[in-house]
């Protein structure tokens, strides 16, 4: 059974950094392109970023310049490092993996984290 679990979220001041971990089992990790999602309260979730397996990293423009990927396949997991984080940012953050798929719904991914929340505040 494939397991996804996020961890490393809380409460952080505008201009902070916050580093979000996911560990994953059940899954041959260094296989998978690996992805974070975050969802805001009444809005819908929004893609964040990808780690693919082939080391590639993208992220979505609100993001870019301040959030950076990584992975370490040796222990299955993927990182989202968050630097100068904004009121905006304020979510539940998901991991998620899969084959990425851009035109699949939520790009393919097939395994999903529970979520952890990140709450930025002034």
């Known amino acids: 059974q494939v397991q996804l679990v996020e961890s490393g979220g809380g409460l952080v001041q505008a201009g902070g950094s916050l580093t979000l971990s996911c560990t994953a089992s059940?899954?041959?990790?260094?296989?998978?392109?690996m992805s974070w999602f975050r969802q805001a309260p009444g809005k819908v979730r929004e893609f964040v970023g990808a780690?693919?397996?082939?080391?590639?990293?993208f992220y979505a423009d609100s993001v870019k310049g301040r959030f950076t990927i990584s992975r370490d396949n040796a222990k299955n997991t993927v990182y989202l490092h968050m630097n100068n984080l904004k009121q905006e940012d304020t979510a539940v953050y998901y991991c998620?993996?899969?084959?990425?798929?851009?035109?699949?719904?939520?790009?393919?991914?097939?395994?999903w984290g529970k979520g952890t929340q990140v709450t930025v505040s002034l």
């Open positions: 998620a993996g899969g084959i990425w798929t851009s035109l699949a719904i939520d790009f393919g991914m097939q395994h």
């Open positions: 059940g899954l041959t990790f260094s296989m998978y392109d």
């Open positions: 780690g693919g397996s082939s080391g590639s990293t």
